[in-house]
Structures are given as C-alpha cells and as structure tokens.
C-alpha cells in the first residue's frame, strides 16, 4: 500500500512570510497527525485529526499555525506569519481506527522548513 | 513538553556488537512504542509493548518495560552499519492514541 505523502519536502522562506505543507495520509486511515521536529530532539505533536475533527491541538501556536483537514482524508497546515524558531522539520503521520493494531502511527518523508 | 528521556544521547559501536538504549518516562502509560529514524527519512515503527508485558522480541530487537521504574530498554543485538540511525522511545498515555516522544537516542554502528 502506499504511504504518507507530503509535499513539499523542503521549503525556505522569510521570517513574516507565509507557509502551507500537505498530507495525504495512508488511505482508509482515519487518524491524521502533525508533528514539528526540531533539530536534535523528537518530534512533538501540533494537532491530532480524526476524520475531519480535531482530537488534540493543545500543543499547536494558534496565533500563527492553523490546520485543517477536509473531508476526512488530505490535510494541510499553514503557519502565518512564521518565526524563525519555526525552522524544523514537519511530519505527518497517520493511523488505522477499525483494525488492529490502531497504535501504531505510519509517517511521512517530513518536510523540512528554513526561516531565515 | 517530553515525556520519555533516552539514554544514552549518542552510542557508537562496531558492527556485529549489541547496542542497548534506555528510556524513562514519568506518567502512566498504555503502551511504549520504540520508533527508528534515518538520516533524512521520516520515523519507522519498530516495536510496541503493552504497559501489562514485560518483554517482547522482533527478530534482533528485544524491549523490556518496568513499570515499576517507569523505564524500558531497547536491545539490538549483532547490529550492522544499516542501524544506525536515531531512536525514539514513545508512549501512549491515553486512550486517543496520541503518542509523546522522547530526546532520541543517535546511534552510529562503524563497519
């Protein structure tokens, strides 16, 4: 089956411009999540989709990220206007909800974001 | 905020030696996933282990969990240059599925 796809895989902008990443998550599942991994440390979890609502967002700067996903499938992420502490890496994974196991999460490439 | 913490930050070993990585976490768990990420690449699976088991193996990977300690150690045995690579323990603290990850630990295997 084919995996997480995300795109683009690298991207560098300006500090207060515009940024959007897009996923497509492993077909038929219904849990999609965001991660932001900064060099040197592990990934951390932006916002949690199941189907089309949010689960989890606790961790995610609304001020300037937002997230949506349409339709329950692709997703897209946007940060406006980006900071320079945003340059890191963004990963999209997705998991199964109605067969087992449902823990385990299945990752994207990632891409890789430089604000400068 | 980082639930789980590896140890050690950085191993480096020669190929054909076991490579042991620990992790530590501080709230109740549901299960400890351990994750492998290349240089370059998104994050693999590569073992779960439910918080009522104690070890669990997959081919040359062996995980053990100690609730008690809140910890759980990665065993790679006969490693090769193609594992090297970062390590992630994770764990799944609820029932959403969600998973908090650790520091990782970097793992070099010299030929």
């Known amino acids: 089956e084919a995996g997480v796809a995300q795109s683009p895989r690298y991207k560098i902008i300006e500090k207060r411009q515009s940024v959007a990443f897009w996923c497509n998550p492993i077909s038929g599942h219904a849990t999609l999540y965001w991660y932001q991994q900064i060099l040197g440390q592990g990934p951390k979890l932006l916002i949690q989709f199941q189907n089309n609502g949010v689960v989890d967002d606790s961790q995610l700067p609304k001020d300037r990220f937002s997230a949506e996903r349409l339709k329950g499938v692709d997703s897209t992420l946007k940060i406006q206007p980006a900071k320079l502490e945003d340059s890191a890496v963004y990963l999209c994974?997705?998991?199964?909800?109605?067969?087992?196991?449902?823990?385990?999460?299945?990752f994207g490439p990632g891409t890789r974001l430089t604000v400068t | 905020s980082q639930q789980g913490e590896e140890d050690p930050q950085a191993l480096s070993i020669q190929e054909g030696e076991n490579a042991t990585m620990n992790c530590s976490y501080k709230t109740s768990i549901n299960n400890l996933q351990w994750y492998r990420q290349n240089s370059g690449r998104g994050l693999v699976h590569l073992i779960l282990?439910?918080?009522?088991?104690r070890e669990k193996h997959s081919g040359r990977l062996r995980v053990t969990l100690d609730t008690s300690k809140k910890s759980s150690s990665l065993l790679i045995t006969a490693s090769r240059a193609a594992d090297t690579a970062s390590y992630f323990c994770?764990?799944?603290?609820?029932?959403?599925?969600?998973?908090?990850f650790g520091s990782g630990t970097r793992l070099l295997v010299r030929p």
């Open positions: 282990i439910r918080s009522n088991e």
């Open positions: 994770a764990t799944d603290v609820d029932s959403s599925y969600k998973l908090i």
């Open positions: 994974a997705s998991s199964p909800l109605n067969q087992s196991p449902r823990d385990e999460q299945y």
